[in-house]
Each structure stands twice: as C-alpha cells, then as structure tokens.
C-alpha cells in the first residue's frame, strides 16, 4: 500500500493561512498556546485534538545566542567542585566515532537524556532526568529503552574521570554537547540533578510512560499482508486515531507539554540516528544525513512516497533496502516503491507514530510550518528539549 502524503492535504488546505498566526516558541508564557487557542477558533476538527494542558504547558525558556552554551545552578544540589568546562571538552571528544551508526554517538546521546526525561508524570510529580533511573534494571528493562545501554556505557569513562558530576546532569549535557556538535541548537545547561541511591523510586513508577510505535492500531497477524491494514479511502493505518491518543495524552500531555511543542520535539529529535530491528524492532534512518540538525524530517514527512512495509516485504532487499525490514510483527512506513528502482532515495523509514503529524490536523499544521521554516524548528526545537530535560528537577 503507497502513501502519497501530498494527497492527504484536506486538512492542509483547511488550515491554508495557519501560518499568520503560528509563532516560534519564546521566554513568553503565551506564545505557544495564543496559536493553539487561534487554531481552536478558527478551523475546529470533526475529533477534539486541541491540547487542555495549552494553559499550563507553555515553554517559559528561550534558546541562547551565544556560540557556547553556559552552565547555570539549578539549585542547591549543584557540586561546586564540578569542571563542567573539562567535562565538556571530554564529551566532544567522544562524538566522532566511526564504529558506531553513521559515526557520531550524539543522537544516541540525544536518545538517552530523551528517555531519561520522558517519563515525568506532571499529576504525581515522579519520572523525569533527576534520578538516571535508567542505570537500575525496572527502568532499563522498559522495552522502550532498549539499546540504551550503549550509550550509558560510552559515558562512564567520563563518568569515571569525573566522578563528581551526577549521572543524571551527564546524561542531559552529552545530549545538549551532542546538540551543538551537530549543528543543533546551543542549549544552556542547568546543573543540580541528584541521582537514585536504590531502585525504590520505582514503586511509584510504572511502564508504558515512553511512546510506543504502534499502539491501538489495528494489529496484523501476517507479515506478509500489513497493507489489509490500511484504509484505502485515506492512505491512513486502521486505528491510528488511538495512536495518535497515546501519543498525545497518555504520554506528552501527562508531561504537560502542548500539541506545537510535541511536533516541535519530535521533528528536532527524529533528524537524529536510526532504528535497529535487535533493539526496538523497526530498523533504518529517519532521514539522509541522520548525524545533523535539520528540518528534514517534517519536510520528507510531506513531500516524499511512502510505503507502509512488514517483515514479510523482502522486495526491499532486493532493491537494496534490507536495511529498512522492521522485525516480525512490526510494520512501518518506507521512502520505496517496489519494483522502482530507478532513480531510488537514499532508504529512509518512518514509525506509524511519526506518521501521525501528518494525519491529525492539529498536529499537520506545525509540521508545515517546520517544513518550511529551519530556524524557527531550531528554535523551537532547542526550547522544549530544554524543558523536557528538566522536568521534575525543580529548577
């Protein structure tokens, strides 16, 4: 089953002027959800997708100028004796690596302080980077995190050297190191994390905090046949609808994060690295150049064929795109045609739960915007990593 993106545009056509009222992120407490709430007035969806949270997720951080980001006490608990400026240097020096995927570990550092941080539930103030949870065995079995532990093993020379420095704050500053290194946005470092002594934080926590690809879609039972699992009428999976409610309130709402600052994080943050079929199961890049900041994920999203694919689709290996066959059981969408192999793209994939800032309206006008708009992605990007990366510190 192909996918023309292009002629998924009835919501797109709706919101034909969205960009009028659409504004970059800022230190304003209102500028994220004076947009949602235009939008809410304006074009109003058959399905209520607006985002309750709009009044108390605004992004109160702005993204910083300066070459370099600065390092700024969180609190209390900040370690005066911490060489924040050595531990920099160190980390950079870790980015180029030529052994691992496409030769830089920053985007499976991103991942990691990603992780780290998504898993704050705003009602009981638990989960979040303070603590590194993750170097206990509940939180790192999450199937979520799986492969992780790559990159917590690539940081504990650093860690080593550097004993001072919490797990938790090296964890965030890799990824805000890896940030600048490729091209990202310069994020300012809040120090001041305090790590777990045990694993009894975790009886308050619980899995299923973590986006998952696939969830309360229609599920298939035959590899071979996922394209019965679209409908034909919209180009759309069966039941993405119930993804998209996953995505959007069992997981980035319970943070407290808004409809624009969802799009924001996962344009800005799928740029970077690549799926493996051992570890999450879905394999390939999301985009060409997977080690640089970009807005090549929300414009490929728009412009480019996709072809939802299983296990069962060894035509890709054939036209030279075994890297893109997800493992048994999982599907995902392919920049291939098959039996197109000339003049072929470079392989690129996208999950089902990437696919639905393309078919919710709310969520497809922010995807246009950073489509067409880098800097203002950057921007946006680099503010609510920030606040992603600190929820639950107390900051």
């Not at 985009?287 to 072809?307: G, K, L, Q």
Request: charged share 20%; glycine share 8%.
């Amino acid at each position: 089953m192909k996918l023309h993106l292009l002629a998924l545009s009835a919501a797109s056509s709706t919101l034909a002027g969205t960009e009028a009222f659409l504004q970059p992120l800022s230190r304003s407490s209102s500028s994220s959800t004076t947009a949602l709430n235009n939008y809410k007035t304006k074009w109003s969806p058959a399905a209520p997708s607006g985002c309750p949270h709009a009044a108390s997720a605004s992004t109160t951080f702005s993204a910083p100028s300066s070459p370099m980001s600065t390092i700024s006490s969180g609190g209390a608990n900040v370690n005066a004796n911490v060489n924040y400026d050595a531990i920099r240097a160190e980390l950079k020096l870790l980015m180029d690596n030529p052994s691992w995927d496409d030769g830089s570990l920053a985007p499976i550092f991103i991942r990691l302080a990603w992780h780290s941080s998504g898993t704050f539930d705003a009602a009981s103030g638990t989960g979040g980077s303070n603590g590194a949870g993750m170097r206990f065995e509940n939180e790192a079995a999450d199937p979520e995190n799986a492969g992780l532990d790559v990159a917590r093993a690539f940081l504990e020379p650093v860690k080593r050297k550097f004993p001072e420095i919490s797990y938790s704050d090296l964890w965030i500053l890799a990824s805000y190191v890896g940030l600048e290194h490729t091209g990202g946005p310069v994020i300012d470092f809040r120090a001041g994390r305090v790590d777990h002594v045990d694993e009894t934080y975790w009886k308050d926590m619980s899995y299923g905090r973590l986006p998952a690809a696939e969830k309360y879609c229609c599920p298939h039972l035959d590899d071979s046949n996922v394209a019965s699992t679209m409908d034909p009428e919209t180009g759309t999976v069966k039941g993405w609808e119930g993804l998209c409610t996953h995505v959007r309130n069992e997981v980035f709402y319970r943070m407290g994060m808004n409809d624009q600052e969802i799009v924001a994080l996962l344009c800005g943050g799928h740029v970077y690295g690549r799926c493996h079929p051992n570890a999450s199961g879905y394999a390939g890049p999301w985009v060409e150049n997977p080690t640089e900041f970009s807005n090549e994920y929300a414009a490929d999203m728009i412009e480019d064929e996709w072809t939802l694919v299983g296990h069962g689709d060894t035509w890709l290996d054939a036209q030279g795109s075994a890297e893109l066959r997800p493992a048994p059981g999982n599907r995902q969408f392919v920049n291939q045609v098959h039996g197109k192999v000339d003049d072929k793209p470079p392989n690129q994939m996208m999950l089902l739960s990437d696919m639905i800032l393309a078919w919710d309206p709310s969520f497809r006008m922010y995807l246009e915007v950073y489509a067409e708009d880098e800097a203002q992605l950057k921007n946006d990007f680099g503010i609510t990593f920030k606040k992603l990366t600190e929820l639950g510190c107390g900051f």
